[in-house]
């Protein structure tokens, strides 16, 4: 069972910055790639980063020069640095471990745990 944690949402007017953290415990959490979704109102769940085991990443196009994931060597805590935020950022951010030993899936079926969300929103 892993469990995981975010913090650091909040407003934040357009073109600042925030940084969510993903507190990550639990057994085997160093074997699984984690992620970063994000869910707008009416909207689909979307993929905005994620980290591989060998810590590789992959970003979505919209994000791609504004956001960073980053995470510590044990996997304990993983980030996403978000700069130059726009208000089409506005969503629910939520972190996700992967599948054990799943190589930077990008599609939510491959994520087996989940957060429970914190809300990011960007004012124009």
């Known amino acids: 069972q892993v469990q995981l944690v975010e913090s650091g949402g909040g407003l934040v007017q357009a073109g600042g910055s925030l940084r969510l953290s993903c507190a990550a415990s639990?057994?085997?959490?160093?074997?699984?790639?984690m992620g970063w979704f994000r869910q707008a109102p009416g909207k689909e769940r979307e993929i905005v980063a994620a980290?591989?085991?060998?810590?590789?990443?992959y970003y979505t196009d919209s994000v791609k020069g504004r956001f960073t994931i980053s995470s510590d060597n044990a996997r304990n805590t993983v980030y996403l640095q978000m700069n130059s935020l726009k208000p089409e950022d506005t969503a629910v951010y939520y972190c996700?471990?992967?599948?054990?030993?799943?190589?930077?899936?990008?599609?939510?079926?491959?994520?087996?745990?989940w957060g429970q969300g914190t809300q990011v929103t960007v004012s124009s």
């Open positions: 996700a471990a992967g599948q054990t030993w799943m190589e930077l899936p990008v599609k939510a079926a491959s994520y087996d745990y």
């Open positions: 639990g057994r085997g959490v160093n074997q699984r790639s």
């Open positions: 980290i591989g085991l060998r810590g590789n990443t």
